[in-house]
């Protein structure tokens, strides 16, 4: 019997991250992968039986707060999360509300698709730190566009650098419990 291949990075995705002085620091903490989506069951299945990603479970979103800007709107949108030792791919399926900003990368047409939407970074928590970055995305001419907070969880900041990069980023601060359903989905899929 093999044991499990180890996981990477051997630190773990949350080790302490870089200090972020510039939004280039942001890739050295990319911790997932986030892609959307028109149909979350099938995108898991085919993620699964073609790629083996076998190891992805749904995630609820429920108690989220989002904002467009500084604003609360409706939103509301399916979630899995899968990994194979490593960097953590989510699946995104919009639903309702201010799901544009997920759909432009899907086609027009409502066709099935899966479609690399950001790249997701992980930052220390707290207000400072949030705002200290917002001040250096704003010194590149970029901004939280939207925002997601689901308290006990994870606030997380969405940037549209689809100009520059041609994808959004998203600046995640996790708490522990999604740091530890993270870890442990790593570890478990290894």
Do not use: K
Not at 127 to 147: K, N, Q, S
């Amino acid at each position: 019997m093999s044991s499990p291949a180890p996981v990477r990075p051997a630190a773990g995705l949350f080790a302490e991250p870089r200090p972020v002085t510039a939004v280039a620091d942001l890739f050295a903490n990319v911790w997932q992968l986030g892609y959307v989506t028109t149909d979350l069951d099938r995108a898991m299945a085919e993620l699964g039986s073609r790629l083996g990603l076998d190891h992805c479970l749904s995630l609820p979103s429920a108690g989220a707060t989002f904002m467009a800007g500084e604003d609360v709107v409706p939103w509301e949108a399916r979630f899995a999360m899968g990994a194979r030792g490593g960097l953590i791919v989510e699946l995104i399926e919009p639903v309702s509300g201010e799901v544009g900003f997920y759909r432009d990368a899907l086609p027009a047409d409502g066709s099935y698709a899966v479609a690399l939407h950001h790249l997701a970074t992980f930052v220390p928590a707290g207000d400072f730190e949030w705002e200290r970055i917002g001040a250096l995305l704003a010194g590149a001419g970029l901004r939280f566009d939207y925002t997601m907070v689901i308290p006990g969880r994870v606030r997380a900041g969405y940037v549209d650098a689809r100009g520059v990069l041609g994808h959004f980023l998203e600046v995640c601060q996790l708490q522990r419990e999604d740091l530890d359903f993270f870890e442990g989905l790593v570890r478990d899929s290894a």
